[in-house]
Structures are given as C-alpha cells and as structure tokens.
C-alpha cells in the first residue's frame, strides 16, 4: 500500500511542480526591477537574459516536442538584431516598424530555410542548419555599409509611436518581460493544440501520422517557421538593450549556447529554457572573473548533467519531487 501511496503521490508532485515553477519564475522576473532599485545594469543584465530566453523558447519548441536539433538557430537572432540595426542606419528609429520587419525576416528565413531542411531527418538535419546558420553569419560580415566584421553601433534607441520608452531601461525591461510572457504563452498553447499533438506526433511516429491523413512537413514547417519568429523578436531585444549587432550573434558559437540553455534547463519544458538562459548566463558572467577560460568549467558541469540528469535542471528537481524516476 505504502509503494502504491508513492506512485500515485510522485506523478502529483511532478505536475505541481510543473504549475508552480513557472509562476514563481515569472514573479521573480516580474518584481526583479523593485530588488534592483536604481540599479540599471542590473536591469539590463536580467533584459539580455529574457532576450536569450526567448530564443531558448522558441528553440525548445521544435527541439523538445520536434526532436529537431537545430545547429542554426542564432540566424533568426541575429537577423532579428540587424533589422533594428540596418533600419536605424537608415534614420529609422520607431520599434512599430522595426519589431515586425525582424519577426518577418526571421520567419521568412526559417520559412525558407526550414522547406529544404526539413526535407531530411537527423545528423542531415543538423548540419543543413548549421550551412544555414553559417551562410547568415558570412553574409553579415560582408555587409560593409553595416559594419562588417566590426558590427554596427546604434546610436539612438527606437521610440514607440514616437514616445521614448524604450530608452528608460525599467520600461525596456518590462517590454522584454512581457516579449518573453507572450512568448511562453504562445508555445504553450501552441504544444497544447491540436497543431501541438500532430507536432509531438510527428516526432514519435511520423509514417503513422501520415497513414491517417496528416501532411507532417506543414506542421514541422510551421512550427519552424514560429520558432524563427521568436527568435527574430530575442533579436530585436536584444539590439535594444546593447545598442550594438554584430554578425557575432549569428555564429555557430551562439547556436550552441542556445542549444546549452535548453539542455541545462531541461529539454521539453518550455520554462525550463527561462531557467537554462537564467543559469548560464549568470554563470558565464561569474566564471568570467575568474578566466577567461570558463567554457573549461562549464563544460564538463554540461556533461554531467547530460549524462546523469538528461531532464535538466527540472528533471533533477522532478526526481527530488518524486524520489524517483522523472
């Protein structure tokens, strides 16, 4: 009886977990400003880490309900960045027009991209992306009249119809906040559809899925093509806050940081992605003080955590939970 009490209390506390975890995630973020007081790097910081974040979402959706591992994913970023970059070079300076050219460019990119990638399946997959990804980057580094290699410095920050809110930093981070808001909110209903369950279908079992009428490509497709969406829009917070891009924030490099949030968090749980950008970021700055060499440290606590907790950070705390498999 007591075995049985065990196994029926472990799946509870599990899925308490995955209802309160988010919401005091969210919480924290939400009153973080009110901690921080008149402290804008701080604020800035906790913006950078919500524009990363909101990538990590959107690459978490294809990988952990898709299971397609996407090599290329700092692309859409990066695009996302230089649409702010490109139209303030051009004397353009409103974030109602600039927000959504970086979402079109982005998931234009991924539209376009993702029709031949997902053509293929595994390691093809990877590497498609990761051409891709590379073929982004090189192109923004010849982009002279942009910078180049050197990146291109923004000198003034858009206005929102014409009002200058977002350079007040307390007011950028609460338009990142509610970015990154909106962003969980939208995969979450997106996995919780029934776009969601063909989506998940298609990674369990896609001949199946095909046998009873459904064209999986589209919703892989589209799914991706939401995926490079939120990516572009990290992009365009990301410009905001650091007044700077650079084809830097399309490299290889920075794909395999985003794949790393999303693995240190726990694959498959969307506000795992938050806490995966959460801890690495925060740990990279802290590392940093001490070498320069802190990718060293961090690794082999990567592949710890790949070896023996494969759910994350959250699959460790669902074990805890639990006492017992996640």
């Known amino acids: 009886m007591a075995a049985l009490d065990r196994a029926g209390t472990a799946p509870r506390l599990r899925a308490s977990l995955d209802g309160v975890v988010p919401l005091l995630l969210f919480g924290f973020l939400a009153l973080m400003p009110l901690a921080a007081g008149g402290e804008t790097y701080l604020l800035d910081r906790f913006t950078r880490i919500m524009a990363f974040a909101v990538a990590a979402i959107g690459l978490d959706l294809i990988v952990g309900y898709g299971a397609l591992i996407s090599f290329g994913h700092a ?3 990066g695009l996302g960045a230089y649409a702010v970059g490109v139209l303030a070079a051009h004397g353009i300076h409103e974030a ?21 990638a997902l053509r293929t399946r595994g ?26 290699d050197d990146g291109l410095t923004i000198h003034l920050r858009d206005t929102v119809f014409g009002l200058p809110l977002l350079a007040d930093p307390r007011a950028l981070y609460y338009v990142a906040f509610a ?42 497709l589209g799914a991706y093509a939401v995926s490079g969406a939120l990516g572009g ?10 007044d700077f891009v650079s ?13 790393i949030m999303v693995i240190f968090g726990g694959i498959g749980r969307l506000y795992g992605a938050v806490i995966g950008a959460i ?8 590392l940093a003080d001490y070498t320069e060499h802190w990718r060293l440290v ?11 907790a494969p759910g994350g950070l959250i699959g460790i705390a669902r074990k805890l939970m639990g006492n017992g498999r996640d």
Request: aromatic content about 14%; overall charge positive.
């Open 96 to 116: 109602a027009i600039a927000l959504p050219v970086a979402l079109a460019a982005a998931a234009l990119f991924a539209l376009a991209t993702g029709m031949v």
């Open 233 to 242: 829009l990290a992009g365009f917070l990301l410009a905001s806050v650091t």
């Open 179 to 220: 970015g990154l808001a909106a962003s969980y909110a939208l995969c979450r209903a997106l996995v919780a559809s029934r776009f969601g369950r063909v989506f998940r279908g298609a990674r369990e079992n896609p001949d199946r899925m095909a046998a009873i009428g459904f064209d999986t490509y589209r919703f892989q």
């Open 75 to 77: 692309a859409f970023m």
């Open 123 to 148: 390691v093809h997959f990877i590497m498609i992306t990761l051409a891709f990804g590379q073929m982004a980057f090189f192109t923004a580094s010849s982009l002279a009249p942009y910078g180049g």
């Open 279 to 286: 801890v690495y970021l925060m740990a990279e700055e802290k």
């Open 247 to 259: 084809p830097a924030y399309m490299s290889w490099q920075r794909s395999g940081d985003l794949l």
């Open 298 to 308: 961090f690794g082999p606590l990567l592949v710890a955590v790949a070896v023996f």
